[in-house]
């Protein structure tokens, strides 16, 4: 299904993947958001039952999901009061949504903290692109290979980013990768989100290669820019793999490598002509621009040797087509190879799992190859989505932090993009690699105590909002820590601890509570809610920051270790808790 801007998008409310049995959940105009301000003369609110206890509610304008004040709760409903919402304007066209939903909310012991980037890929300026960490595929080390999402924010002027594929430690992206148009790494049996001009489609993707010379004679393409292994195969490098190629190791085959001149940029659907300029045994072949290179081993350094002699020419061809994926046997499948026209698609980045197929919990990992803890366990997770309205949900959901959020199951998380009104989506990469970045400052807590580099982002772009604060001529804006009964001095907060943050500008108003003010961390010291309420969860030095109004104001801190250690009760396994009817395919194991 192609992206389309239809009216009336669905949203379905799910807490927990516990069926509330009212759900307070309301929308409203986006102009009319106020910090902690609900105006319910401006709400319309249409509630359906649509499955088992969930509840489907109807949008009818871009809004911006609140919770209802304590007092306004009724009898029997989820009590949303203890559900902290925060509402941010990133960019003309990009909300940040942040969720912090604490122990006992529909039952569940333990919390749980999710933040949405909600992308309208119809404004105008908007665009969402696949980058590589470091502009590079291979790495010898992660300062190569990989790179952390807030620095490619920073680094390529993004407004916001997600971490994206699954990637090994030498940061070559496994999966379909494309940029620019440029075909990078070949798809292999991931779900792959692909982003056109204003548009975005989940699909499962097949290619092929082939090498064609004068004489007629071809030859199969076994992959793009990866590593060589112990079999026949015939490779193809672009200059965006790495300054060379690479040796063979001691269990690898020989190889023998030809440079092709003239080649241009690796692109599917057309035929590739260049010139074969020079041959090269032992591979650590150099990488220039307007070249590519063919490596062979085995029958693949046969048939260049007998086929591509310098001053040969020689044709490279790849197309990319449509996979059947049988998930769902109330949806009839992609044909094979069905034609994919790769004008319309200039970006694409796999992930593990399709979550949503036309408004459906449908999940493939088992199709996929994966399985086992991967699915049924809580992890923290990255995911992209789709509404029916054309807007693309980036979301994070973090876990491996019992006192701060538990992560999520592969099911829970469908669920979970069902209640932000995805009607597609799939799963990224998540773990210690799942990290969310808007304005340079990380605004999820990532569970290994600080960003991971990565191997692939997802990165968004879009206009500037207008100054709203901070008129010209008011002194630019001040942040510091707010001292709540403690005892500890405000710059070492110890472990577990939380700390206030307040934000004014030169006039003395509040800034932090504005919504278009953005909280971060950097540093991996803790994690800061989007009212400026930080909570330190590592010991070590960092720092938190706000952006408001095109200003940035960074406060160093350093947490100490907790003196008593408490004790935190254990999380329960996701096979013990309350989760929603699915459509699903069978765990497998991995």
């Known amino acids: 299904m192609v992206a389309c801007g239809l009216p009336g998008v669905w949203t379905s409310v799910a807490q927990d993947m516990q069926p509330p049995s009212r759900a307070a959940v309301e929308t409203r105009p ?17 509630v359906r039952e649509f499955s088992i206890g969930v509840q489907m509610v109807q949008e009818p304008s871009r809004a911006a999901v609140e919770t209802r004040p304590h007092n306004a709760i009724r009898h029997n409903e989820i009590r949303h009061s203890e559900i902290r919402r925060h509402v941010r304007d990133v960019a003309r066209g990009v909300q940040l949504v942040q969720e912090v939903r604490p122990a006992g909310v529909a039952n569940i012991s333990a919390p749980l903290v999710i933040n949405v980037l909600r992308v309208d890929l119809k404004q105008p300026g908007v665009r969402v692109e696949a980058a590589l960490a470091g502009d590079k595929v291979w790495g010898d080390d992660p300062t190569e290979g990989r790179e952390t999402v807030s620095h490619i924010v ?7 980013a997600v971490n994206a594929g699954f990637f090994p430690f030498n940061g070559t992206p496994e999966g379909a990768h494309v940029q620019a148009g ?7 049996r991931r779900a792959t989100l692909l982003l056109g001009a204003g ?9 092929s290669g082939t090498v064609r010379a004068t004489t007629g004679a071809t030859t199969k393409l076994n992959g793009l820019n990866g590593r060589p292994g112990a079999k026949d195969d015939l490779l193809l490098y672009s200059p965006i793999f790495h300054s060379q190629t690479l040796k063979p190791g001691d269990t690898e085959r020989p ?28 591979g650590a072949t150099p990488l220039a621009p307007d070249t590519v290179v063919l490596s062979g081993a085995g029958a693949g350094a046969d048939w260049l040797r007998a086929h591509a002699q310098p001053g040969a020419r020689l044709t490279v061809r790849l197309d990319i087509g449509l996979r059947a994926v049988t998930a ?10 069905q034609p994919l026209d790769p004008k319309l698609w200039h970006d694409a980045v796999a992930g593990a799992s399709q979550l949503l197929r036309d408004g459906r919990v449908v999940i493939t990992a088992e199709e996929e190859g994966i399985g086992g803890a991967f699915i049924t366990t809580r992890h923290p997770r990255t995911a992209v989505g789709l509404t029916r309205r054309g807007e693309l949900l980036l979301v994070t959901v973090d876990g491996r932090q019992p006192t701060l959020s538990r992560g999520a199951a592969l099911n829970e998380l469908a669920w979970i993009m069902m209640s932000y009104g995805a009607w597609d989506a799939i799963n990224l990469d998540g773990g210690g690699s799942t990290a969310m ?21 997802l990165l968004v772009f879009a206009p500037p909002l207008p100054i709203a604060l901070n008129a010209p001529g008011v002194p630019p804006f001040a942040l510091s820590p707010q001292a709540q009964n403690r005892s500890a001095p405000l710059s070492a907060p110890q472990v577990e601890e939380t700390v206030p943050f307040l934000l004014r500008d030169g006039a003395g108003r509040d800034a932090g509570s504005h919504h278009s003010t953005i909280w971060g961390t950097l540093g991996g010291i803790g994690f800061v809610e989007q009212n400026g309420l930080f909570r330190a969860m590592k010991a070590g030095s ?30 329960p396994p996701a096979s013990t808790a309350p989760t929603a009817p699915t459509i699903a395919a069978p765990a497998a194991s991995h």
Do not use: C, Y
């Open 328 to 337: 769902s046997a109330e949806r009839a499948p992609d044909e094979p190879s």
């Open 255 to 282: 190889r023998f490598e030809v440079v092709v001149g003239g080649v241009g940029q690796l692109r599917a659907g057309r035929d590739l002509t260049g010139i074969v300029r020079q041959t090269n045994e032992g």
């Open 437 to 457: 970045a808007v304005r340079g400052g990380i605004v999820n807590s990532p569970s290994g105590g600080a960003e991971r580099p990565v191997a692939n982002m």
């Open 199 to 207: 548009l975005a489609r989940f699909v499962h993707l097949n290619w």
């Open 542 to 571: 960092g720092t938190v920051r706000a952006t408001s109004s095109g200003h940035t104001v960074v406060v160093p801190l350093t947490v100490a270790p907790a003196k008593n250690a408490p004790v935190i009760p254990p999380v």
């Open 182 to 188: 440029e075909l990078v790494t070949e798809p292999n």
């Open 154 to 160: 920073s680094r390529r002027r993004a407004v916001a």
């Open 30 to 46: 986006h102009n009319a958001i106020r910090h902690n301000e609900l105006s319910h003369s401006q709400i319309r609110l249409e």
